[in-house]
C-alpha cells in the first residue's frame, strides 16, 4: 500500500470516523502515511483512548491515604502496611472470549497478569468475574467451558493461584459473554515500577515473544465495535496465549527489577508496541525512535504496520539506563526469553519508527495522545425504565411448599455452587491461600507477614438493568460487604465497566448512572477506584447487555489467622441476624426463579446504615468474637442459611422467627445491609451492645444443630441431600 | 540435612518445596537451577510442581533432557533420596527413574481438590514414621495425574510392595468415588524398587501449616528428616520386599 493511497475510506477500515480522519490530517498538517494511520487507528480507538467515557470517569473519588497509585499506571497501588504496597486492576476481554472462548479467557488472563507485574508487583491472586447467556441457551456450554478451560489453562500453568470469581447467567448475555480478569500482585512500595519514558539516548528494550500477526486491530476493531453476524469472522483478531513464555518473562522481569537497571517498564497489550511507546513517551512528555528491522519476528515478511499493531502475547518494553544493555541481555537470556534493542529515548517530543532504511511514522507525541478525540455523547433515560420498575408484591401469589422452592432456588444457575468451576482452578499455588474459593471473599496471606488480603469481584445486573444507578451502588456496597464477611478491612476499588454501545443515549445514560453510583457508594465507604477498565460495544444486532460494572474490592486483615468463613462451626453455637429484614421481593433472584419476573427497583439501600453494619462486624470479627460471617445476598435469608451448612462439616439450623411479613419475602427477600453469623452464647452479649451502639437490628434467629435447616414451620431442608442437588446442579447443565 | 529443590523454568511449586524445608522443617535448603550440573550436596533432592517446559508436548518429556536431570539420575542410583511431586513425578516417570506413566485425567479437566491418601507401605524413607494404612489429606492441583502401567508392571509394583499411596475415602476405603482421576489400582504414589525415588500427584509440600492446608504432608517430610537421622537405615514396620 503506498501512502498516497490513504483517504477517509481507508481511514474507515481502521475504526476512524470521517470527522476523526480530518482530525488526524488537522494535527499533522498533511495526510498520514500508512503506518501512522494504523497508529492513530489504534490509540483513538475507544479501547485505547476512552473517548466516551473519559470525561465522567473524573467523577470517580481516586484519593485517599491509602492510595499510592492511582488510575493511569498499569495498575493502581494501595498502602497494606509493612513497607508493602498490594497492586491491582481488573480488566475486560469481553468480545475475542465470546469469539474463541479458550484463548480469549486466557489471554485476558495473560494481559492483567501482566499489567501487575510491570508495576514491580510478583501477582499472588486472579480473580475472574463471568457472565454468560440463559444454560439452555445452544452455545453457552461450550463458552462456558471454553472460558474456565482457558482461565484455568494460563492461571495454572504460570503459577498464580485463581481464589475467587462470580458467575452469572441471563438471558441479556446470550451474544455478548463477559470475561473480565482481575489479579492482585504485591510489591515493596518502595519498589514500584512506572511507565514514563525518560533520559534522551537511553536504550529501548524489546523483551518477551517474538512478534507476529496474531491479534493485528484487536482493540479498534474487535474491542470498539459492536458484534453483528460476521463476528466469527473476526476470529484472526484474537490472539494467542502462551502462558510458559509469561511465567519465564514474569521470572526474569522481577529480577531484572531487583537491580536498578531499569527506567520505564510497559507491557505490550492492547495496540501492541504502538500503544506502549506512545504510551511511555507520553508520560514522559518525551519523544522515542524505533528501529523495527531490530523487533523479534516469528516469521519474514511482516509489514510494519503489522509490526507496529500486533498483538502478539507475552513481551514487554523496557527503557533502560545507558550502559545497562548487557546487564539487561544477561538476564533475559538467562530465561531464554528474546531480548533486542530496538530504540531509544528522544527529547524531540517526536515518535519515530524506522523500517528498511525509510521513516514511516514521524508522529507528535503529545498531540497524538492531547488532541485525541473527547466525546460528550448524548445520554437519555429510556422509556422502559420506568415499567420495568413497576412492581406490585400483593398481587403475587405465594407458594405452598417453601421448602421445595428453596431447592429450586439452590439448584438455580445464579444459586448453585460453582465448585465446577473453580475446581478446574490452581487454587493454592504459592502457599498462601487461607480462603479458598466458595466463601464470601478469598483470603491470602501476605508473604512474609501475619497479614492478609481479603478478595471479592461481585455485581448483579438485575440490580444494574433495573436502576443502573442502585445498581452500581449496591454492587460497591455488596463487594465491601464481603470483604467484610472474612474479617477484613475495605481498602479500594478497581472497577470494569460493562456497558453497550455508548452511541446509544439510554446506554450513555446507563453508564452515566453507573458511575454516579459507583462515585457515591466509594466516597461514604472510604474506598476508592485505583485502577479499571470500560468495555463499551457489548452489543450485538442492535441488542446491548444489561449494565455490569463489576466491582473488585481489596481489603486487608491486620491478623490473618482471624479470617472468618461462612460456614457454621460447632453445635450449640447461636445463629444472629444483623439488619433489618424488609417486606421486598422486586428485583429478586426468586421472583426471577420461580415467578419468571424481572420487575421492581432494587433493594433499599441506605449507605449510613451499610456503614454501621459493617462497623459492628468488623469490631465483632476483630474482637474475635465470631465462629462464621455470611453475607445475605442473592436468594435471601434461606439460601444463605443453607449456604452455611454446605461448607465445612455440614452442620443444619434450627431457625425460630416471627415478623408479620410474608413468608416468601421473609426467607427469600434480599434486603440489603444484613450478615448472618454464628457464635458462641457466651458472646451474644458483646456482640448485641456492638449492635446497640451502631443502632443495628439484632436478631437471634436460633442455634447450629443437627443436620437439616428447619426454619419455623416454613422449611425443613436435610443438608446432605440438599447439599448434593446443590453441587450437581452446574456439571449437569454445562455438560461437564 | 540439605534438601535440594529443583527449579526448572516452568516450576510454579519450587517456592513453596523451599518454604517447607526452610521455615517449616528448619533444614538447609539448595535451590537448583535446571542448568546446573551438580547437587551441592542435597541428601534429599525435589522435583516440584509446575509446567517444567511448559509442557505442551507430554508433561515431563522436555525435562528429562535438562543437565540437572543427569546428577539426578546419578544421586538416584547411588542410592541418594529423590522425591518427585506432581510434575516432578512425571519427570521422573519420563526419565526412566519409576515406572509407569502419567496422562490426561479421565475427566479431561484440570482438578484442584483435597484428596485422601492412603499410607501402602511404610518400607520408604519418604513414610518410615508413618502408620501403614493411615490417611493423609493432602490437595491435588493435576490435569495429567492418571496413572496408568502395563499389567506386568502393575503386578511387579504390587509384589514389591513399590505402591506408596492410594486415594481412599474417609473411611480409608478405596474404591472409583475416592479416586480424582481415574488412576489404575487408585494408585496415588510409587516408589522405585531400590525404594530411594518416591514420586506422588498428591501435595505434601502444601499441608504443612495450619492456616493453609493443614499439616498432615508434615508426615512425609519428617519421615525423610528421621531417616537421614538415623544413618539412612529403614525404621518401618515391616521388612524390605526384596525385587525377586
Redesign the interface.
Known amino acids: 500500500m503506498s501512502v498516497s493511497a490513504v483517504t477517509a475510506d481507508v481511514a474507515a477500515d481502521h475504526g476512524l470516523t470521517a470527522e476523526e480522519y480530518a482530525k488526524v490530517v488537522e494535527v499533522l498538517g498533511r495526510a498520514p502515511t500508512f503506518e501512522e494511520l494504523g497508529v492513530f487507528g489504534v490509540m483513538w480507538s475507544e479501547h485505547c483512548s476512552y473517548k466516551s467515557s473519559r470525561a465522567w470517569l473524573r467523577q470517580l473519588p481516586t484519593t485517599g491515604p491509602q492510595v499510592i497509585q492511582g488510575p493511569g499506571e498499569n495498575a493502581g497501588a494501595v498502602d497494606i502496611g509493612e513497607g508493602l504496597a498490594a497492586v491491582f486492576k481488573i480488566e475486560s476481554h469481553n468480545h475475542p472470549s465470546f469469539i474463541e472462548p479458550f484463548q480469549g479467557a486466557a489471554t485476558g488472563v495473560g494481559g492483567i497478569l501482566r499489567d501487575v507485574f510491570t508495576m514491580g508487583a510478583r501477582p499472588v491472586a486472579n480473580l475472574d468475574a463471568l457472565r454468560f447467556g440463559r444454560l439452555d441457551h445452544p452455545r453457552t456450554p461450550y463458552l462456558v467451558k471454553g472460558v474456565v478451560?482457558g482461565i484455568?489453562?494460563y492461571g495454572?500453568?504460570?503459577?498464580v493461584p485463581t481464589v475467587g470469581g462470580d458467575l452469572y447467567f441471563d438471558a441479556g448475555y446470550d451474544h455478548n459473554i463477559l470475561v473480565n480478569a482481575f489479579t492482585c500482585g504485591v510489591a515493596r512500595r518502595d519498589r514500584l515500577f512506572r511507565a514514563r519514558a525518560a533520559g534522551p539516548g537511553n536504550p529501548v528494550v524489546y523483551v518477551g515473544s517474538r512478534t507476529g500477526r496474531d491479534g493485528i486491530h484487536g482493540a479498534s476493531l474487535l474491542a470498539s465495535a459492536a458484534f453483528d453476524a460476521g463476528a466469527a469472522a473476526k476470529r484472526p483478531a484474537v490472539q494467542v496465549g502462551?502462558?510458559?513464555?509469561e511465567?519465564?518473562l514474569l521470572?526474569a522481569c522481577l529480577e531484572l527489577m531487583g537491580t536498578d537497571h531499569i527506567v520505564a517498564i510497559q507491557d505490550m497489550g492492547a495496540a501492541g508496541l504502538t500503544s506502549s511507546a506512545l504510551e511511555m513517551a507520553g508520560r514522559g512528555a518525551a519523544g522515542m525512535l524505533l528501529d523495527l528491522d531490530r523487533v523479534p519476528l516469528r516469521e519474514p515478511g511482516l509489514t510494519p504496520a503489522e509490526i507496529l499493531l500486533s498483538e502478539s502475547q507475552e513481551r514487554m518494553l523496557l527503557v533502560v539506563r545507558q550502559g545497562s544493555e548487557a546487564a539487561v541481555e544477561a538476564i533475559f537470556r538467562r530465561?531464554?526469553l528474546e531480548v533486542s534493542v530496538i530504540g531509544r529515548v528522544t527529547d524531540d517530543g517526536t515518535f519515530r519508527a524506522r523500517w528498511h532504511g525509510r521513516e514511516v511514522c514521524a508522529l507528535p507525541v503529545a498531540a497524538l495522545t492531547e488532541s485525541a478525540p473527547v466525546y460528550r455523547r448524548p445520554a437519555e433515560e429510556p422509556a422502559r425504565f420506568e415499567q420495568l420498575q413497576h412492581f406490585e408484591l400483593a398481587a403475587l401469589r405465594e407458594p405452598a411448599d417453601l421448602t421445595e422452592v428453596l431447592l429450586q432456588l439452590l439448584e438455580s444457575p445464579n444459586l448453585c455452587s460453582r465448585e465446577w468451576v473453580?475446581?478446574?482452578?490452581?487454587?493454592?499455588?504459592?502457599?498462601?491461600?487461607?480462603v479458598r474459593p466458595g466463601g464470601d471473599a478469598a483470603v491470602v496471606?501476605i508473604e512474609g507477614t501475619a497479614r492478609g488480603l481479603a478478595l471479592t469481584v461481585d455485581c448483579n445486573s438485575r440490580y444494574c438493568l433495573l436502576d443502573p444507578y442502585l445498581g452500581a451502588v449496591l454492587a460497591v456496597v455488596e463487594a465491601a460487604r464481603n470483604v467484610v464477611a472474612v474479617g477484613a478491612r475495605p481498602l479500594a476499588v478497581s472497577d470494569c465497566l460493562n456497558y453497550g454501545n455508548p452511541e446509544r443515549p439510554d446506554v450513555m445514560w446507563e453508564f452515566q448512572q453507573g458511575i454516579a453510583g459507583i462515585r457515591d457508594a466509594c466516597l461514604a465507604l472510604d474506598t476508592p477506584v485505583v485502577s479499571g477498565n470500560v468495555s463499551f460495544y457489548n452489543e450485538t444486532d442492535g441488542r446491548s447487555i444489561p449494565p455490569t460494572p463489576v466491582i473488585a474490592m481489596v481489603g486487608l486483615l491486620d491478623d490473618?489467622?482471624a479470617h472468618l468463613t461462612p460456614w457454621w462451626k460447632a453445635e450449640g453455637d447461636a445463629i444472629v441476624l444483623l439488619g433489618r429484614t424488609r417486606e421486598e421481593l422486586n428485583a429478586s433472584e426468586y421472583l426471577a426463579v420461580v415467578h419468571g419476573l424481572v420487575r421492581g427497583a432494587p433493594p433499599w439501600i441506605d449507605l449510613e446504615t451499610e456503614k454501621r453494619l459493617q462497623r459492628v462486624c468488623l469490631a465483632a470479627a476483630t474482637e474475635r468474637l465470631l465462629s462464621s460471617a455470611h453475607d445475605v445476598a442473592e436468594g435471601g435469608l434461606a439460601v444463605a442459611l443453607a449456604e452455611c451448612s454446605f461448607g465445612g462439616a455440614g452442620l443444619g439450623a434450627r431457625i425460630t422467627v416471627e415478623s408479620g411479613m410474608r413468608a416468601d419475602a421473609l426467607l427469600f427477600g434480599e434486603s440489603q445491609s444484613r450478615m448472618l453469623v454464628s457464635l458462641r452464647r457466651r458472646h451474644l452479649g458483646r456482640l448485641r451492645d456492638l449492635a446497640r451502639r451502631e443502632d443495628v437490628p439484632f436478631t437471634v434467629l436460633g442455634e447450629v444443630r443437627g443436620s437439616s435447616l428447619v426454619i419455623g414451620e416454613m422449611i425443613d431442608l436435610p443438608i446432605e441431600h440438599a447439599r448434593a442437588r446443590w453441587r450437581r446442579a452446574l456439571p449437569e447443565r454445562v455438560g461437564? | 540435612m540439605r534438601w535440594g529443590v529443583v527449579t526448572f523454568?516452568?516450576?510454579?511449586?519450587d517456592?513453596?518445596a523451599l518454604?517447607v524445608v526452610e521455615r517449616v522443617l528448619g533444614d538447609e535448603a539448595i535451590a537448583l537451577w535446571h542448568k546446573d550440573v551438580d547437587l551441592r550436596g542435597a541428601d534429599c533432592v525435589i522435583l516440584p510442581?509446575?509446567?517444567s517446559?511448559?509442557?505442551?508436548l507430554r508433561c515431563g518429556a522436555m525435562a528429562k533432557f535438562s543437565p540437572i536431570m543427569a546428577a539426578v539420575v546419578a544421586h538416584a542410583r547411588r542410592g541418594g533420596l529423590v522425591l518427585g511431586i506432581c510434575n516432578g513425578f512425571q519427570i521422573l516417570c519420563e526419565a526412566g527413574l519409576l515406572p509407569g506413566a502419567l496422562v490426561r485425567n479421565r475427566s479431561l479437566?484440570?482438578?484442584?481438590?483435597l484428596v485422601i491418601a492412603r499410607i501402602e507401605t511404610t518400607a520408604t524413607p519418604f513414610t518410615a514414621s508413618c502408620g501403614r494404612g493411615s490417611l493423609l489429606t493432602l490437595?491435588i492441583?493435576h490435569?495429567e495425574g492418571c496413572y496408568v502401567a502395563d499389567e506386568t508392571t502393575l503386578a511387579e509394583l504390587e509384589a514389591r510392595d513399590q505402591v506408596v499411596f492410594r486415594y481412599a475415602d474417609a473411611a480409608g476405603r478405596v474404591g472409583p468415588e475416592a479416586n480424582p482421576n481415574g488412576s489404575l489400582g487408585n494408585i496415588a504414589g510409587v516408589c522405585s524398587a531400590e525404594r530411594n525415588v518416591l514420586g506422588l500427584m498428591p501435595?505434601p509440600?502444601?499441608a504443612t501449616?495450619r492456616?493453609?492446608?493443614g499439616e498432615d504432608g508434615l508426615a512425609v517430610f519428617r519421615s525423610v528428616q528421621s531417616w537421614l537421622r538415623d544413618g539412612g537405615r529403614s525404621r518401618g514396620d515391616e521388612p524390605r520386599v526384596q525385587a525377586p
Open positions: 478451560g484455568g489453562h495454572n500453568c504460570i503459577g502462551d502462558p510458559f513464555t511465567k519465564l521470572e530465561w531464554d473453580y475446581r478446574q482452578y490452581d487454587q493454592l499455588v504459592g502457599g498462601n491461600t487461607a496471606r490473618v489467622e461437564g | 523454568p516452568g516450576s510454579n511449586d517456592a513453596q518454604r510442581g509446575g509446567f517446559y511448559g509442557d505442551y479437566s484440570f482438578v484442584c481438590d490437595p492441583k490435569g501435595h509440600e502444601y501449616e492456616l493453609v492446608g
